[in-house]
């Protein structure tokens, strides 16, 4: 059975850190495309993020390019987002999926498998 879980949210000043973690169970998360999204209240889920099982090339959306880095630990079947420099505008709950896709995607619709989120406030 596939499972996600999700930790590390906080809130945090804008400015501020934080890694998310993302640990995976029932499936070697490090074969599969894992992907980062967020959700803000009365917006659209979207991808931040995403890193290939194959290869492990990473990929990110351009609002979060330079600031946010994801990378797993295949010996923790864990994926991490972390994030530096952050906004008002990161504030929403982000959620990891994983997709039986073998390509680079952070179109939700592409995910089937995901965790139940983490809130993630940055404010003052």
């Known amino acids: 059975q596939v499972q996600l879980v999700e930790s590390g949210g906080d809130l945090v000043q804008p400015g501020g850190s934080l890694r998310l973690s993302c640990a995976a169970s029932?499936?070697?998360?490090?074969?599969?495309?894992i992907g980062w999204f967020r959700q803000a209240p009365g917006k659209e889920r979207e991808g931040v993020s995403c890193i290939r099982g194959d290869d492990g090339s990473t990929y990110y959306a351009d609002s979060v390019k330079g600031r946010f880095t994801i990378s797993r630990d295949n010996a923790k079947n864990t994926v991490f987002l972390q994030m530096n420099s952050l906004k008002p505008e990161d504030t929403a709950v982000y959620y990891c999926?994983?997709?039986?896709?073998?390509?680079?995607?952070?179109?939700?619709?592409?995910?089937?498998?995901w965790g139940q989120g983490t809130q993630v406030t940055v404010s003052s």
């Open positions: 999926a994983t997709t039986e896709l073998n390509i680079a995607t952070m179109w939700p619709a592409d995910f089937g498998s």
């Open positions: 029932g499936f070697t998360s490090g074969r599969h495309t």
